[in-house]
């Protein structure tokens, strides 16, 4: 049987490797996942340790939930986050 192990899990509204506007999902030894979104402006962490992601108007346009269990959340800038679950 595995041991849980804590987990950063990093979310960035930013230019993805493209080089389009979009977001990004990685953990430290790998992407984990990202697309292009032009309308994307910003992010918040919810008190559950979830990810909205708002337009650049404001407007709600997705809830990210992460993996695991969710252990906190750090708000890093308008722009980026970090999740810590235990996986």
């Given at each position: 049987m595995?041991?849980?192990r804590e987990v950063s899990i990093m979310v960035k509204v930013a230019t993805i490797r493209?080089?389009?506007h979009g977001i990004s999902i990685a953990m430290p030894d790998r992407l984990v996942g990202e697309w292009t979104d032009s309308g994307a402006g910003s992010l918040a962490v919810t008190d559950e340790c979830n990810i909205r992601i708002y337009s650049k108007d404001g407007d709600q346009?997705?809830?990210?939930?992460?993996?695991g269990k969710p252990l906190r959340g750090e708000q890093l800038s308008e722009t980026e986050a970090v999740i810590v679950v235990c996986l």
């Open positions: 595995s041991q849980a493209d080089g389009t346009r997705y809830l990210l939930t992460m993996p």
